[in-house]
């Protein structure tokens, strides 16, 4: 390919110009493309529209298992063997703690995630209920992740206060019919373009590691350009053992940071987030990411833990970026020592007797 000028690819991403195909597949495979020179055009890009702030997010699986869908890559699909705790909504008074919780680890989102197709009108207008105790109790935004939503679903919970609704496209349309058979692609879709219609932001993710090809991501990245999606969750797969997908071998991270540099490339003004598998697939080159991508999940994902929130919030002091919260980064690392020092307090009482 011709020479790559990575201040004009920087630039263009900044105009919203979107890239050609030859060029993104560059990005992803080129070792003519210096990986430290495209992510140092794409962090030009990233402060424009975010400084060197991080915003941290914190999932709640208010609802997990018993799912009817047969999707490949889940847990909590009715074809997974997966153990996992399964449980049926958790308590108002439980879900309304994890809030707050979340707001003191410095959550700037807290998202709620329910798993199944779809939910009926009652589950709806009690997720509802729950969005307004929270967004009345905390400085905190509120994201729900509840399934196929039709618009009247969709208005009541934008009538509530939720911030924003995730609805991940996981995969491209082509590869669709290879990881789920119990809903289509289009399905989800229309959920995304109806809650764009009706005004609210939305968060939709992909899946990397699921047999999907250069061209494949590229196209994903394209399709959530053109749907304008607030936010994009870049998750690594992570192999759960009675999952239907059998790949357990780890994605090489160079990969990993190319493909989050093309994402943000593309959607320049959208937050990318450092989803599921930033620990296993990105390992040492995890700091890395945070010049690209302005978001995380803290202290794991659905149905897998992740690293503890203190090594989290060095590894983003350390890199030198600020947090997008109320709580600062050196108070938030004093609680963590106050912590472990209460703790080895207990701890040695208990040695003593
Ligand atoms: S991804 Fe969602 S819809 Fe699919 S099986 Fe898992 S919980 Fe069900």
Redesign the pocket.
């Known amino acids: 390919m011709k020479t790559l000028n990575y201040d004009q690819l920087a630039e263009n991403s900044i105009r919203e110009v979107s890239l050609d195909k030859e060029t993104a597949l560059s990005i992803l495979s080129s070792k003519d493309i210096e990986l430290l020179s495209l992510i140092n055009a794409t962090f030009k890009v990233r402060k424009e529209y975010f400084g060197k702030t991080i915003s941290i997010h914190i999932i709640n699986n208010i609802q997990n298992?018993y799912?009817?869908?047969?999707?490949k890559?889940?847990?909590?699909?009715?074809n997974?063997n997966a153990k996992i705790d399964s449980y049926p909504i958790k308590s108002d008074k439980e879900i309304i703690n994890e809030a707050e919780e979340a707001y003191h680890k410095g959550a700037f989102r807290y998202c709620m995630v329910s798993?199944?197709?779809s939910h009926n009108a009652e589950r709806i207008e009690h997720i509802a209920a729950l969005i307004k105790n929270i967004k009345s109790s905390y400085k905190i935004e509120v994201c729900i992740s509840a399934?196929i939503l039709d618009k009247n679903k969709l208005s009541i919970l934008k009538a509530a206060g939720a911030d924003r609704i995730n609805h991940?496209i996981?995969t491209s349309e082509a590869l669709y019919p290879s990881i789920?058979t119990?809903?289509k692609y289009s399905d989800r879709l229309n959920t995304i373009q109806l809650a764009k219609e009706i005004g609210l932001q939305v968060c939709s993710g992909i899946i990397i590691g699921m047999g999907e090809s250069p061209e494949d991501i590229i196209e994903m990245a394209l399709t959530l350009n053109k749907l304008r999606v607030e936010s994009i969750p870049v998750n690594f797969f992570i192999p759960i053992e009675g999952t239907r997908i059998d790949n357990s071998s780890l994605l090489d991270p160079e990969y990993c940071l190319r493909i989050l540099c093309l994402f943000r490339l593309l959607n320049p003004k959208a937050d990318i987030r450092i989803a599921a598998g930033r620990e296993l697939h990105l390992r040492d080159m995890e700091t890395m990411s945070f010049y690209i991508a302005n978001s995380l999940f803290l202290e794991g994902y659905?149905n897998t833990a992740g690293s503890k929130r203190n090594k989290t919030y060095q590894m983003i002091k350390d890199a030198g970026f600020t947090l997008n919260s109320d709580i600062s980064l050196n108070e938030l690392l004093k609680k963590e020592s106050n912590f472990i020092e209460a703790h080895s307090i207990e701890f040695s009482k208990t040695v003593k007797n």
């Open positions: 298992g799912c009817p869908e047969d999707c890559y889940c847990a909590q699909s009715k997974s798993s199944g197709k399934g991940n996981n789920c119990t809903h659905l």
